[in-house]
């Protein structure tokens, strides 16, 4: 596409590299830092109970985030190779589908009666196939 609108493409991969360096990788650095933070201050937490809990609600938030820019990076910095280019595709619906569609179900599992109408609903289902299976 870029050689059917461009004379010189080689300005324009310099310019899109450019752009997605300032617009992904810069974010996720920041990310990242603040997440070195974060778990430095989790670490000298006194209990083990409260890291225990801390850890729990930031490695939630530290995977979508990883799967989010992960594959914003790989798709937008790293598609010289040809194995990428056809990857790159994969990644993006990774990071416009998988990542809201998983969002919502990585935090509400955290939530106790969440998990618990979901092993009321998993009871009654297994319930209901072995009460089949015998008839």
């Given amino acids: 596409m ?13 310019l899109s590299f450019m752009l ?15 997440y070195i933070y974060i778990i430095s201050t989790i670490l000298s937490i006194p209990s083990t109970t409260g ?5 729990s609600t930031c490695s939630s938030h530290l995977i979508v985030v990883t799967l989010f820019y992960g594959t914003i990076i ?21 990071y416009t589908v998988l990542t809201p569609l998983a969002n919502p179900l990585i935090y509400s599992l955290r939530n ?22 015998s008839t």
């Fill in 112 to 133: 106790k009666e969440v998990k618990e109408a979901l092993r009321t609903a998993l009871g009654k289902y297994i319930t209901f196939q072995s009460s089949k299976n």
């Fill in 51 to 55: 890291r225990k809990k801390a850890f």
């Fill in 2 to 14: 870029m050689k059917l609108t461009c004379s010189d493409v080689q300005l324009m991969k310099v």
């Fill in 20 to 34: 997605s360096v300032i617009f992904s990788l810069i974010p996720f650095l920041l990310t990242v830092t603040s």
């Fill in 74 to 94: 790989v798709v937008y910095l790293f598609t010289t190779t040809n194995t990428l280019k056809d990857l790159s595709k994969v990644f993006s619906v990774f």
